[in-house]
């Protein structure tokens, strides 16, 4: 498994951005989709994107559409999710995953806070 850090979360007003990180601490990224997902208090874990190798290709959640966009990096072992137009709805711990599957099982990190509110 690629052991993989988020960061970047915060608390940011509605309609605001933010961008997270998704940091390799140990292999390269390369050749691995990156899978971001997000759980929500008291709710299942959900898949918010995936970013296919050397960007090829992706998936957004419906709620992230027009909204959210992943970018990568591999030299920098780095892989982004820029949020946009922000909604308290929201409001989770994110995490990223090597893989892209709704039923990867872990391990997962510790994820990264974002908290939507005014």
């Known amino acids: 498994q690629v052991p993989l850090v988020e960061s970047g979360g915060g608390l940011v007003q509605p309609g605001g951005s933010l961008r997270l990180s998704c940091t390799s601490t140990?292999?390269?990224?390369?050749?691995?989709?990156i899978g971001w997902f997000r759980q929500a208090p008291g709710q299942e874990r959900e898949q918010v994107s995936c970013?296919?190798?050397?960007?090829?290709?992706?998936y957004y959640a419906d709620f992230a559409k027009g909204r959210f966009t992943a970018s990568r990096d591999d030299a920098k072992k780095t892989v982004w999710l820029q949020m946009n137009n922000l909604k308290p709805e929201d409001t989770a711990i994110y995490f990223c995953?090597?893989?892209?599957?709704?039923?990867?099982?872990?391990?997962w990190g510790q994820g990264t806070q974002v908290i939507v509110s005014s």
């Open positions: 995953a090597p893989e892209c599957s709704p039923a990867y099982a872990g391990p």
């Open positions: 970013i296919g190798s050397s960007n090829g290709g992706g």
């Open positions: 140990g292999s390269s990224l390369d050749w691995h989709a």
